[in-house]
């Protein structure tokens, strides 16, 4: 299973120890193609562009985006970029998971939860957790997308 993790970089880097986690347990799953999101020398600034600059960044994340089979989102730190790629995302027909801690104070945009039919069945989920309930609602999540593949 190919996935691609978002998270926060230059919407600031507060959540980076979660983000960690989250990859280490994605990578249980599958190859997680953005796994450089989760690295803890990544600054705000982001990665180094001095090569080929932005566009290259957007292009090989898009191209990545094309080819995964499902998306996870931390969207508890608002984050431009995370937001352009779950509206990307949603246009490829895309499954996508988005992590949003409440206990932070934070309200999550009605574009995202909004985004959620509420119907388990929806490619578009909206879960809240707490950081120590994370693995345990990342196993719960792709259980039942194996469970959804075997009767398919
Ligand atoms: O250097 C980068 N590398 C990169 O892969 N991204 C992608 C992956 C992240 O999920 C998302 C973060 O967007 P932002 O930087 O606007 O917070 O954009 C974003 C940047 C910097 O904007």
Avoid at 31 to 59: A, F, M, N, P, R
Wanted: aromatic share 8%; proline share 1%.
């Amino acid at each position: 299973m190919r996935i691609y993790f978002c998270g926060s970089i230059r919407g600031g880097r507060q959540d980076v120890v979660i983000y960690q986690r989250i990859v280490q347990k994605l990578q249980t799953y599958g190859k997680v193609l953005t796994e450089h999101v989760s690295h803890g020398d990544l600054s705000e600034k982001g990665e180094d562009v001095t090569l080929k600059g932005d566009q290259s960044i957007h292009d090989r994340d898009l191209e990545w985006l094309v080819t995964a089979d499902v998306i996870v989102a931390e969207v508890t730190q608002p984050s431009l970029g995370v937001g352009y790629e779950l509206g990307r995302a949603v246009a490829m027909h895309k499954r996508i998971l988005c992590l949003f801690r409440p206990s932070t104070g934070r309200a999550l945009s009605a574009m995202i939860r909004g985004a959620d039919s509420g119907s388990q069945s929806s490619l578009f989920r909206v879960q809240d957790y707490t950081e120590d309930e994370v693995e345990r609602v990342l196993q719960e999540y792709f259980s039942g997308l194996s469970a959804n593949t075997d009767t398919q």
